[in-house]
């Protein structure tokens, strides 16, 4: 299946931010990011049974990891996935905008979390604070640094990324 960004759901379309929802399954969601410089993404946090991934199309990313968010920066063509139980979060940390797919698999509730935002709701979904013991390690998550075939193995490829397009193939 072939996904354009130009007819994707928005869950937040403002100045210096922007989040669309590509894909939605209970196996897989994933999602377009752009983040101007500066822009926050989330706190520290863990999720108990599913895998967050980040795929850098364009920038850099800054990914917090583990129990005192040691920051890790991800250029573009960078894929990282943290596994359940690792404590992660994000943020544009550059003086430069960033974009990135963002895989939550299985969904976790991810999606209907995001809508919930845009409504103005809170949703429960598989996102805690981390835990005392500080989580799983951070050796436990997957950095690739030309991530393109990690990505691929999880059924995405990139046919076409831009500032204002994206077209992917879902298999």
Excluded at 44 to 71: C, K, N, Q, S
């Amino acid at each position: 299946m072939i996904v354009d960004a130009s007819s994707a759901e928005s869950i937040t379309d403002q100045p210096g931010r922007r989040l669309l929802l590509l894909s939605t399954s209970a196996s897989l969601t994933v999602t377009w990011t752009c983040h101007d410089p500066g822009q926050e993404g989330t706190d520290l946090h863990v999720h108990r049974v599913h895998t967050d991934a980040f795929y850098v199309l364009d920038g850099e990313l800054t990914v917090p990891i583990g129990p005192t968010g040691d920051p890790r920066t991800l250029g573009a063509g960078t894929y990282a996935a943290v596994p359940p139980g690792v404590a992660h979060a994000f943020v544009n940390d550059s003086d430069a905008p960033v974009s990135f797919l963002n895989l939550h698999a299985p969904d976790g509730g991810f999606v209907d979390f995001l809508r919930g935002l845009r409504e103005g709701r809170i949703t429960d979904w598989d996102s805690f604070p981390p835990p005392a013991d500080g989580g799983r390690p951070v050796s436990d998550v997957l950095v690739v640094a030309d991530g393109a075939a990690a990505l691929a193995d999880v059924g995405v490829t990139v046919l076409d990324a831009g500032r204002d397009t994206l077209r992917l193939e879902l298999r």
